[in-house]
Every structure is written in C-alpha cells, then in structure tokens.
C-alpha cells in the first residue's frame, strides 16, 4: 500500500522568507499526488496535483511543488511567506487519478514570523 | 469550483445519543463520497467510501454498525454516529469528486460527545 511521510511537523518561518515543505513517498507504481492546506477549523483546499508531465507543478496561492521520482519526494515550495500561509500542509499520494485510495501523511505546521 | 458542504459544523451531544452528518456537493453530482476523521493534530484517516445507491466500503477497523453511512442521492452522504461515547468526538471531514476530478473536501464537522 502507499504511505507518505512528512518529516517535519512544525516549521516556522519569517514573513518573506522562502518556503519548502517536504514530503516522501512510497508506492511502487507511478503515484498521483497531492499537497493541500488546512486553516484551524477547516476543511482542505487543494494546492496543486501532479499526474504526469512536467514534474514541476504550480499551485494556487504562489506554491509549487517538484516531483522526484529518483528521491520519492514532492516537496512543496514558496519563494516569498505570507503571514495567511499560516496553516497546515498535507501531502497526499493517490493509486489513480480516481483518487478512491488516498493516504495521507501526518501533516506540517506552518508557523509565520512577522 | 467543486463546493462541498457539510452540516452541521459542530455539535455537542450526551453520551448514547446518536449524531447525524451531512455531506453535500453543491454544485455537482458525486456517485463517490469518502469520510475521514480527524484527531487533534493529527493527519486525516479514511473511513469509508461512500457510493450512492449501494452500501459504503469501510476501512479496516472502522465499526460499519456504529459509523452509518447513507449515500441515497448524488449530491448527498450521510454519517451517522450511532450510540455516541467520548471517544468518538473527532473532526469528521467529507470529500467528494466530481467526475474523474480530484477530491473536495468539506469544512468539517467537530464532535464533542459529553
């Protein structure tokens, strides 16, 4: 079955400072994934998604994320915080595009410093 | 975009008692509907996949007869929590995908069972 790990549970940033979040995956075929964000209370938004092609893929909200197939990894990028990134971040890998067997990983927490 | 909603977004009830969730997709027909659940500070596990018109899939581990799920139309799933007790209070969120789409999440719905 596929799982992913996200390393770091709290990062804290200063406000315009560059982001990068990461995450790893394990799953034996081509997997779908996925990045998404949680404000206190709420539901997830979804970032961005990578099926195929190009394996850098822009986002909503200025993000973009990097799919390594040599290093399992699709870590999640900024170039510039903004103190409403505050939140938390959720990378998710998928078996198919039909997402009916998503798992997620255990979340990092996005601290942002004035 | 895809909208989901849920209902209500918090609810308090005695122990024993029985909670009903909704889940609606509202501007789309969903013949898939998933549930997860949500412990503080922690990622989201999966609960059940919900299929209109026949019964759910749950997840090993998941109590069928103490976690109901009713999918009788496509824009609309229903959880209900059955006997309630402390342990079941959580944040139980819905997702729903519209076609060959990606996965909408609800805002979630907070359980407290006193």
């Excluded at chain 2, 918090?10 to 909670?19: A, D, E, L, N, Q």
Aim: one cysteine or more; hydrophobic letters at 35%; aromatic letters at 12%.
């Amino acid at each position: 079955a596929q799982s992913v790990t996200q390393p770091d549970i709290h990062i804290t940033v200063s406000e315009g400072a560059s982001l990068e979040l990461r995450c790893n995956y394990s799953y034996g075929a081509t997997p779908y994934l996925f990045w998404y964000v949680q404000s206190p209370g709420q539901g997830l938004q979804l970032l961005l998604k990578y099926f195929s092609g190009d394996t850098l893929v822009q986002g909503i909200k200025g993000f973009e994320a990097e799919f390594k197939r040599s290093q399992s990894s699709f870590n999640l990028r900024k170039p510039s915080v903004h103190w409403s990134d505050a939140a938390e971040y959720f990378c998710a890998v998928g078996i198919s595009y039909l997402n009916n067997d998503m798992r997620f990983g255990a979340g990092t927490r996005l601290t942002v410093k004035p | 975009g895809a909208v989901v909603s849920q209902h209500p977004s918090r609810v308090i009830c005695k122990s024993g008692t029985s909670v009903k969730i909704e889940c609606r997709s509202l501007d789309f027909q969903a013949t898939t509907m998933f549930w997860y659940r949500q412990f503080p500070k922690q990622s989201l596990m999966l609960m059940a996949t919900s299929n209109e018109g026949s019964k759910a899939t749950y997840e090993q581990g998941v109590e069928k007869d103490k976690f109901l799920i009713n999918h009788a139309s496509l824009t609309l799933s229903t959880l209900t929590v059955t006997s309630a007790h402390p342990e079941d209070s959580s944040f139980y969120i819905c997702s729903a995908i519209p076609g060959t789409d990606t996965q909408y999440f609800g805002p979630g719905t907070r359980l407290t069972v006193l």
